[in-house]
C-alpha cells in the first residue's frame, strides 16, 4: 500500500510560480511512475504530467513549456514546478500511482490562479 501527502498549494497571480510535493509511504517509491492530475470545478480530473522510475517526463500539451516534474527518491517525493501559471491552472492538484494494479491518490491540493 502506498499513501501519498500532496503539498505547496495556494494562491498567486497570473504569471506566477509553485512548486507542488507529493511525498509517498513505504520503501518502493523509486519503482513507481508518479503522476500529477488536476480537477477544476464541474470538470473532469485531466491528467498533467509523469515521470518514470528511470525518470523519463511527459506532460499534457496545455502545460508544455510550463510545468516540470521532478522526483528526489531520497526523500520519497516527486514535485510539480509550476510557472508562468494561467487562471485556467486553477484545479485541485493530485498526484497518483499504480502498484500492482491498484491507483493511490492523494488529498489534493488548491491552486487558485487569479489577480
Do not use: H
Not at 494562491?11 to 510535493?21: F, H
Not at 518502493?28 to 528511470?54: C, D, H, K, N
Request: charge should be positive; proline fraction near 3%; include cysteine.
Amino acid at each position: 500500500q502506498v499513501q501519498l501527502v500532496e503539498s505547496g498549494g495556494g494562491l498567486v497571480q497570473p504569471g506566477g510560480s509553485l512548486r507542488l510535493s507529493c511525498v509517498a509511504s513505504g520503501s518502493i517509491f523509486s519503482i513507481l511512475t508518479m503522476r500529477w492530475y488536476r480537477q477544476a470545478p464541474g470538470a473532469q480530473r485531466e491528467w498533467v504530467a509523469g515521470i518514470t522510475s528511470g525518470g523519463s517526463t511527459n506532460y499534457a500539451d496545455s502545460v508544455k513549456g510550463r510545468f516540470a516534474i521532478s522526483r528526489d527518491n531520497a526523500k520519497n517525493t516527486v514535485y510539480l514546478q509550476m510557472n508562468s501559471l494561467k487562471p485556467e491552472d486553477t484545479a485541485v492538484y493530485y498526484c497518483e500511482t499504480r502498484n500492482y494494479g491498484v491507483d493511490y491518490w492523494g488529498q489534493g491540493t488548491q491552486v487558485t490562479v487569479s489577480s
